[in-house]
């Protein structure tokens, strides 16, 4: 993969110890290049496992065979075009394009396409999607593989979209409601806040008003002959590249490429593809924006300059030393934030593209109210600091450290990466010519550069990142009685202060000592079972403990670790379970031990451990992960979470600070006000189901949180632990004796409370008028009690997902009313046996009751009409596709494991969900119908602007 790809699927470490780098090298390491591969100069080798080839018309394209997850591929279709490209006339049909595309087409007339690949398993929306961007449009299709036809009619529809979608006069009408629903879903402040910034951070460039969601006044009257002019003009073979990436034969992908898109004329007297740029300008542009329903205040400086692609191994150095610096002035920003004097609540450097061609570099803070200024000059001062007096040894030393950490575990990971990585990195290959060398050849390169960086070279980093020219300042704070907003002149004052100031160098301490001081006394297995058909190891602890095994080998590089105790915060008052709910994280902030959170993180410098202790409603828990190498520092952890929490009254305090700001303007925010609402209204007040306020955080003291903490976590004696993933049992029995057989334990058992709030009963018709946007938002929930069973909880769940499917033809395809919609249905059985369905759509305002009118009705078709063949077995196939998926995840396991002891399962019977699947009828989901989508028990609540009737 390439070094964008890596480190956006493995983030670089925030924690780890200082290890050598040629130490780190001797492990795992790929088989070497040719030395002169590694040569500044030279060009990056595409990755040899990936076949890349041009037709005769023009038409790219890329296919690699990958066998994660089987039997599965993805397809994409990349057309180097978007809204940049449109007419004046076109604003938002580029995505309509995209609409358009399954709305009927040469081989799949109106919405054949997504009731056929919903019946191989695919679900629109989450699966079957596209993008429009400013520049170019992605179609994306992951099929099933193992059954015959479906790669060829997969590669049919992808052939359509090239050349035979049908623009029908009538569907192009009926999506205009689909796309303006769309456009509308993304208005509120944050677009507000856009549409004043970009005409000044895109000034003069064509970007500042060619935003892909268009403009409504063209969508409304968008019609056959706009759409189709934009897809005849740009969607053409010079312009587009197929990417087939899976469980497939190459050359069976290579013949289905050539056969649908190689046909395809090359065109000729067409319209040149130009790219837009972002002219430059020489002094320092500024924007400050305010908005009544923004509810935090943030600054930060771009600087413009022209985009550059990782072609060479010199552009990979390059953009390793951009790496590091932002790194390393990250930990700094890192370490301020938890600062209680600190103006800002987080702050951070960043680097990369912007649009095509163009890149930027950032300095950007959260700032604390009414801390604007203070804020810019403290994120500037930060990289005045590194510019005057660089970086500290150690620190580059550690950002190296975690650097090849992170490609070591990409490295690893080479022949588990899913087959979704790799098409965004031949995605990039194509559109800007971004290197794909592949992960062997980059984790080889970067062990031979790292070491060839210097300090001297990430400081300079600082010098050239600065200056008037090109730089724009962005300020938004809350349009607020009170709040004042800085000027423009206060802004630019701030940087000639910072260069006039007298800044020191920057200085740490290191914690010095073991993770652990004192190792404690082991305790031992006392029991142990084996489930030999799930390969399931079940050890009891002479301390009580209980822990569970699952070995795969899904993953190369991870353990998963979760554990839970009955009783959380049921155990405490209603008016203490807030307190108790956030002891964990607020504790855990502090670090561990002797070590704060600060000197926690360099102590763990090269290391992929953590963990991370949490209190529910019910339980107690600790979840967390590790690299198998790393897994007695997670032990440790686990260990050290429990018998050496840390309380820091600095980073509480910053903490604090921290939730104020988020809590001071929080009903501003018209979703927020929504959410507690509905909250508040279906628990009747229930003192535990109370959001969050200024005056609760008045009620949290550190010590009591401490105590709390202590008390929940100071026996673990009815722990029970689970471990998933690259785990060997024998290899791990010593490691759980020493750390988790040593864990205090005074036999206590205890079991969580009912202590509410009840399921709501009878109707609730509740309307929330908050905002100013054309927009609403609705909430439907039909709710009731009855005995649980397994099969009753799975005929819900397959109900509620037969729901969404029709309420998505007539909500969105029918009446063109809503974007998408989303329906859930759950069957609970903690504490109490209730059910619920959930369901949500946005829509346009005053189509809300419209709307709500067309569920009821389709509820009722439910009750009375059954399931057709088809419906159940587009269900079903759904279910079956993403159990095969899902059953190779290391996640799945854990969450059955765990939900399975939780409430007293078999663990024998792991996998009957195919059964289940396998006995779904049409009879069973009628029934449920008539008993689970009765309306005694509703409730819709709205969302509704201030302003409308």
């Known amino acids: 993969m390439t070094l964008h790809a890596v480190m956006r699927r493995i983030a670089v470490l925030a924690f780890a110890a200082p290890l050598a780098l040629s130490a780190q090298a001797t492990k795992a390491s790929p088989k070497a290049a040719p030395n002169d591969s590694f040569a500044l100069t030279a060009p990056l080798p595409m990755d040899p496992a990936v076949k890349v080839g041009t037709l005769p018309n023009g038409i790219r394209y890329y296919i690699r065979k990958n066998s994660k997850p089987e039997k599965r591929a993805e397809l994409r279709l990349v057309v180097n075009a978007g809204s940049i490209l449109e007419d004046d006339d076109q604003r938002g049909l580029a995505h309509f394009v995209e609409h358009m595309a399954f709305n009927g087409t040469k081989n799949f007339a109106k919405n054949d396409i997504v009731t056929y690949l919903e019946g191989i398993g695919v679900r629109f929306g989450a699966d079957l999607n596209a993008y429009t961007s400013f520049d170019e449009t992605v179609y994306i299709l992951p099929v099933p593989t193992d059954s015959a036809g479906i790669l060829d009619k997969s590669f049919r529809f992808l052939g359509d979209v090239a050349t035979g979608v ?82 497939a034969d190459p050359a069976t992908l290579e013949q ?125 001062t930060e990289a005045e600091r590194v510019q005057r007096h660089g970086f500290l040894a150690s620190e580059l030393e550690r950002a190296r450290t975690n650097t090849l950490r992170a490609y070591e575990r990409g490295y690893l990971e080479r022949d588990k990466t899913p087959s979704g990585a790799f098409v965004d990195e031949y995605i990039a290959n194509y559109l800007s010519g971004e290197g794909a060398p592949g992960i062997a050849f980059e984790y080889a390169a970067v062990q031979k550069l790292l070491p060839t960086i210097t300090l001297a070279e990430v400081n300079a980093v600082a010098n050239a990142r600065g200056g008037a020219a090109n730089r724009v300042v962005t300020v938004t704070v809350p349009d607020k009685e009170g709040l004042r907003v800085p000027t423009e002149a206060e802004i630019r004052a701030v940087f000639g202060a910072v260069v006039a100031s007298t800044i020191t160098p920057w200085v740490e301490t290191l914690a010095e000592g073991a993770l652990v001081a004192t190792t404690p006394t082991a305790g031992r297995v006392v029991s142990e079972k084996r489930i030999a058909a799930q390969n399931i190891t079940d050890w009891t602890m002479s301390n009580g403990v209980r822990v569970l095994i699952k070995p795969t080998d899904f993953n190369a590089d991870q353990i998963l670790m979760s554990a839970f105790s009955p009783g959380g915060a049921s155990l405490v008052s209603d008016k203490d ?36 202790p949490s209190i529910s409603d019910l339980t107690e828990g600790m979840s967390g992960s590790a690299s198998p190498k790393d897994l007695e520092t997670l032990m440790q952890l686990t260990y ?186 759950n069957f609970s059985r903690r504490m109490r046996q209730e059910w619920q369905v959930a369901i949500q759509y946005g829509s346009a305002p005053e189509n809300a009751d419209t709307m709500f009118a067309a569920v009821r009705e389709e509820l009722e078709k439910l009750r009375t009409t059954p399931a057709t063949a088809a419906e159940l077995e587009r269900v079903k196939e759904q279910q079956r596709r993403e159990f095969e998926v899902s059953q190779k995840q290391n996640g799945y396991w854990m969450n059955t494991l765990r939900t399975r002891v939780e409430y007293g399962d078999p663990l024998e019977t792991i996998g009957d969900y195919i059964t289940l699947i396998n006995g779904l009828t049409v009879e069973k989901l009628s029934a449920a119908s008539k008993k689970f989508l009765v309306e005694g028990n509703r409730a819709r609540f709205v969302l509704l602007p201030e302003t409308s009737k």
């Open 256 to 380: 289905l490429i050539r056969r649908t898109f190689g046909g395809i004329p090359r065109r000729t007297n067409v319209r040149p593809r130009t790219l837009a740029s972002v002219p430059t300008h020489d002094s320092t542009l500024v924007t400050i924006a305010t908005d009544k329903e923004l509810t935090t205040s943030s600054v930060g400086v771009l600087w413009k300059r022209p985009g550059k692609s990782t072609r060479t191994v010199g552009d990979m150095r390059e953009d390793l030393i951009s790496r590091l610096y932002n790194g390393m002035l990250n930990q700094r920003f890192q370490e301020l934030s938890l600062k209680p004097d600190a103006p800002f609540t987080g702050a951070g450097a960043s680097s990369g593209g912007f649009v095509r061609g163009s890149e930027l570099n950032s300095l950007d803070a959260g700032a604390k109210e009414g801390k604007i200024v203070e804020s810019l000059q403290a994120v500037l």
């Open 640 to 825: 050290l979470r429990f018998t050496a929490p840390r309380a820091d009254s600095m980073v509480f305090k910053a903490t604090m600070q921290q939730l104020e700001q988020f809590l001071k303007n929080k009903d501003a925010n018209p979703n927020a006000v929504f959410s507690d609402t509905i909250q508040q209204t279906l628990a009747n007040g229930h003192p535990r189901a109370r959001s969050l306020s200024l005056d609760m955080l008045k009620e949290l003291e550190l010590n009591d949180l401490m105590a709390t903490y202590k008390e929940r976590f100071s026996d673990a004696g009815d722990f029970t632990f689970f471990f998933v993933g690259n785990i060997d049992p024998a290899t791990f029995k010593p490691l759980a004796e020493q750390w988790l057989g040593a864990l205090p334990a005074a036999g206590r058992k205890e079991t969580p409370r009912d202590v509410g709030p009840k399921q709501f009963t009878g109707v609730i018709d509740k309307a929330v008028r908050k905002g100013i946007a054309p927009q609403s938002q609705s909430i439907v929930l039909i709710a009731g009690s009855a005995p649980w069973t397994r099969d009753d909880s799975y005929t819900l769940s397959s109900l509620g997902e037969l729901l969404q499917m029709r309420l998505l033809e007539r909500l969105r395809e029918s009446l063109g009313g809503t974007y998408s919609v989303s329906v859930s249905a």
């Open 166 to 247: 049908l623009f029908d006069s009538a569907e192009v009408v009926a999506e205009r409601g689909v796309v303006l629903s769309e456009w509308r879903n993304g208005l509120g402040a944050r677009a507000r806040l856009r549409d004043k910034q970009f005409p000044v951070i895109f000034r003069g460039s064509r970007y500042a008003e060619r935003l892909p969601i268009g403009k409504p006044e063209v969508l409304e009257k968008a019609n056959s002959a706009l759409v189709r002019r934009f897809w005849q003009d740009w969607y053409r073979p010079d312009l587009m590249a197929v990417v087939a990436v899976g469980d």
């Open 577 to 612: 379970a807030f307190k108790t709910s956030l002891a964990p994280s607020i504790i855990a902030s502090g670090g561990v031990g002797i070590f704060s959170a600060i000197d926690l993180r360099k102590k763990l410098t090269g290391k992929v451990a953590s963990a991370t």
